[in-house]
């Protein structure tokens, strides 16, 4: 298989990268400014080039996306649009002009994440953005063609990232291979439209 | 109390107005183009126009907000902006703005809907929009201050709007008694940070 991994140099993306070498599947590894491709997922033009670049391929996982972060009482409509464009707009993106690209029987994978659904202080826009992925991933399932599969992975604060611990008091930080276990499980497994939630 | 509610001209927006009479609160009917006062909700500066006019409030409520609808493999990333501009946008723009024009103990109360959990076809923006809001209102009622209330009403498919039921094929129809009930649960009632689903 073809995997393209969009955002594949960041903390998650590396591990994520790292786990399907042993499956010797053909990896492109992209990242905003690094990595083997590079893409800005807010400009469909961008997208669009990175699909010219690798061809037609079998899974696509993200692992990318921006947000805002910062209190409710201060946001912005612009501060908002942040995660919208990223998170929210970048992912869809990948979705809607990848299909296009995708071979039958193949995968996307997108991120969102615990805030959806459990929040901390400052993260609304994020919130926002995860549960708009999750529904997004829930219903393209069953309109995508060709047996093409699409998930949602949901991770909660990771082991890996102590620099976020603090925003999340009271979350139990989930080990980086339950994380990468449920990417794993998305691109090789059979599911779809699914919401695979870890915490 | 002072109660907005944009989106009063519409099908449900009527009902949720008629609803509220009997209890004696001073109602202020927004619309697009028709009702007491109008508002462009994806346009932040006619957010702003209509506070000015309407000054402090004790609950708004939307019953407002478009989305796309056709299928995901002729969607474009402009498609899909429609309800994110309009549904999402608008209605976050109500709460981001008017977080600072609401009383103490005041309430905002959005409206998501069931394609975010139960999709049908064509609806893929609309599932996405309606995941985002429900997700905005949980996150969003941690943060308000000075015990204002949020939450989202999630409707099913109505009796009264039969031009939609065949857009559902198999979902059950609830009565607008119901729906309108939801509304009067979360402006009048004590929640916060609710998703009320009527389905």
Redesign the interface.
Known sequence: MKIIIVGATGTLGKKVTESLKPYGHELIRVGSKSGDLQVDITD?ASIEKLFAQTGRFDALVSVAGAGHFG???S???ED??VG?ASK??GQ??LV??G?HHIHPKGSFTLTSGI???D?V????NL??????????A???A????NDVRINAVSPGVVEDSPGFHATFPGHIPVTMDRVVAAYLKSILGAGSGQVIKVF
């Open positions: 469909p209190p409710l009482q946001m912005t409509i908002f649009k919208v929210l707009l869809v993106g809607l002009l299909q805030l959806s659904e929040p202080r400052g993260g609304v919130s926002t953005v995860n549960g708009a992925v999750n529904s997004f829930i219903a393209a069953t309109e995508l063609q």
